[in-house]
């Protein structure tokens, strides 16, 4: 990790109302160039809502929020060109093929890209000719990230990239977004696994009711929760059920 | 990536035309409307204006066949003799009108009565078949005997004469109305769909997070339904043109002012789709409102009979319907091969309809 730290997103006192619902309460936050940041929460914590505003897809209600140095109010298309965004669910043509695809969000971000490159970031080389709808779950997820990157962004969003997937393909898909922080890429993630983000994220902000209830390393929060003398009810054994079952059906991504 | 032009909304445009138009082509549905519904009609229309009405008539065996009225009757497209088959089988079948009469021609050697005899039977299971034909043949056998008969003892004669110098077919009437209904389908039809299914697939959505600018979306999709359309349009009238000789008047200048008329046309149609697209909640709620558009159009709005046929009260209708000028637009171009000022008027109902549905479109389209 680099000694100094450069904030590439910064949020300050963020509120969103959706009529008389608050949707996200005063968050304040930074997130440092280069590393890979988790949003935690039970559903309707505000984590997408959050996300979106960031994304520049939503309006926000009050609050300040500079991306790369950029205000979300001001400059929102300057910011939608250093920004790769994956949403939750689908978002493309079903009947276009994947390189279709890969030509339209090229016009759309008005960038040249090596299509076939792209695909092989993902291992979807050979599913170049494939459609959209007929891919697999995880294919869809390692598609949406690769569209993601076209734009050869400093930030990417991705909204519960892992959500519904194997156990192999959450793991390759962890991999692939290791592989894109390692290029120097800042990464915002949302997710409900807590062991995604253990393994994944360098620091992880937990919402609930639109409020963040913690921000620190996953390493950090964990120390603080023993030190206040938790413990697990049940001695942890040296490897889970999770474990058991990458050992018996193998480690590689499965393409059905 | 250092490459600092500014970004072009117009590439963004032609990638997401492009895009959509890959897709509609993949549409079964989109399809079925603009290309295989419309070709079914013109090619069902187009054969019973090639055939006309025809009789059929069985001649028994036993007839003389070498007379002059038998050789006329013969030469006539629209009547089908029947030779091969018994007297009993032919009365059978005229009792059931599956014939619409039989015939029988007999010599005769009494001097007292005409040489030729002619008897024709017909039957009330086949009444409008059978009066066409006693018509035929009562022409048939005057003819004959009038021109037996010398010149000067006539007491008059029937000169006719057709006015306009090219028939007009059933596929000149057909052809545009079809032609307007499958404009009216895709633009209300596929424009709602679409745009619908965009939102709900989240596909706009992620354009959002592209720099490209709202309003392109809508122009992109737009002019690729405007490509997919006016494409589906030429392949209707050529066919039309080639296969059963639609009639255009000034062919290809013709052919333009057809395809800016189905352009204006579907601009307006596509109004609906958008307002549509905006009150459906889900997809099932599209079919109902689009037809509630569609369908009297498609009765009511000349496209298959011409208004005119329609009661005096139910007249008012059809002349409040975009469709119906675009269809009187149409016809009037083609076969009257008037140019697209003289069809002002016509235009000018589309336009009006276009400025209220683009009104009431954009405060009820929906992003999202």
């Avoid at chain 1, 949707?23 to 160039?33: K, M, P, Q």
């Avoid at chain 2, 009993?88 to 009108?97: I, R, Y």
């Avoid at chain 2, 596929?190 to 709202?214: C, D, E, Q, S, Y």
């Avoid at chain 2, 099932?284 to 709005?301: E, G, K």
Wanted: aromatic share 10%; proline share 4%.
């Amino acid at each position: 990790m680099a000694t100094e730290k450069n904030v590439i997103i910064s949020v300050k006192g963020l509120v969103k109302y959706y009529d008389d619902f608050v949707a996200v309460n005063g968050t304040s936050f930074e997130v440092y160039e280069g590393e890979i940041f988790g949003l935690l929460g039970p559903n309707g914590a505000g984590k997408t809502t959050t996300l979106e505003i960031l994304e520049t897809l939503r309006e926000k209600s009050a609050g300040d929020v500079t991306i790369d140095g950029l205000d979300v109010d001001k400059h929102p298309n300057d910011i939608k060109k250093v920004i790769g965004v994956q949403l939750q669910a689908a978002g493309y043509y079903p009947s276009l093929k994947l390189l279709e695809l890969l030509d339209l969000f090229s016009g759309l971000y008005n960038v040249r890209i090596d299509k076939m490159e792209m695909l092989k970031l993902v291992g979807l080389e050979d599913k170049a000719k494939n459609k959209y709808k007929d891919l697999s779950g995880g294919q869809k997820q390692r598609f949406s990230l690769c569209t993601t990157l076209i734009n050869d962004p400093k930030i990417i969003f991705l909204d519960e990239p892992t959500t519904g997937l194997d156990p192999q393909s959450r793991r390759n898909l962890w991999d692939l977004i290791r592989e894109i922080r390692a290029k120097g890429t800042t990464v915002v993630i949302t997710t409900h696994y807590m062991d995604e983000a253990e393994e994944l994220c360098d620091r992880v902000a937990v919402m609930d009711s639109g409020k963040f209830v913690a921000l620190d390393t996953p390493d950090n929060l964990i120390d603080q929760l023993v030190a206040k003398g938790f413990e697990r009810k049940k001695e942890v054994k040296k490897a889970n059920l999770e474990d058991v079952f990458l050992n018996l059906t193998g480690k590689e991504w499965r393409d059905e | 990536m250092s490459n600092k032009r500014p970004y072009s909304q117009a590439r963004a445009l032609l990638a997401i035309a492009k895009a959509s138009l890959q897709s509609t082509f993949r549409s079964p549905s989109a399809v079925a409307f603009s290309f295989a519904f419309p070709l079914f009609f013109i090619l069902v229309f187009g054969f019973i204006g090639k055939g006309g009405m025809t009789v059929g008539v069985g001649v028994t065996p036993d007839s003389d066949t070498t007379n002059a009225i038998y050789a006329l009757l013969k030469s006539r497209p629209e009547v089908k003799l029947i030779r091969n088959e018994s007297a009993d089988a032919m009365t059978d079948e005229l009792e059931k009108g599956k014939l619409d009469g039989v015939l029988r021609f007999s010599i005769s050697n009494d001097s007292t009565v005409p040489h030729l005899q002619v008897k024709l039977e017909t039957s009330k299971a086949s009444a409008q078949g059978g009066a066409m034909l006693k018509m035929m043949m009562k022409t048939a056998v005057d003819e004959a005997n009038l021109s037996a008969m010398p010149q000067v003892s006539r007491v008059a004669v029937l000169n006719t004469e057709e006015v306009t110098n090219h028939a007009y077919k059933t596929i000149d009437f057909i052809l545009p109305g079809m032609l307007g209904f499958s404009l009216l389908s895709m633009g209300v039809f596929g424009t709602a769909f679409v745009f619908l299914n965009l939102r709900n697939m989240l596909v706009i959505k992620r354009f959002f997070a592209t720099p490209v600018h709202k309003s392109v979306i809508v122009l992109g999709e737009a002019l690729s339904r405007v490509t997919f359309a006016l494409l589906t349009s030429s392949f209707i009238i050529i066919l039309g043109r080639l296969a059963f000789g639609f009639t255009l008047q000034h062919g290809l200048i013709t052919f333009i002012y057809m395809l800016v008329l189905a352009f204006i046309a579907l601009f307006v149609f596509m109004g609906f789709g958008f307002i549509i697209s905006g009150l459906a909640k889900n997809e099932s709620a599209v079919p109902p409102l689009a037809n509630l558009v569609t369908l009297p159009q498609f009765l009511l709005a000349g496209t298959f009979f011409p208004i005119t046929v329609f009661p005096e009260w139910l007249q008012p209708i059809p002349k409040l319907m975009p469709l119906t000028y675009l269809n009187d637009a149409m016809r009037k171009v083609a076969f009257e091969g008037q140019n697209l000022f003289m069809v002002w008027n016509d235009i000018a109902v589309l336009l009006v309809w276009g400025v209220i549905v683009y009104v009431l479109a954009t405060r009820l389209f929906k992003w999202e």
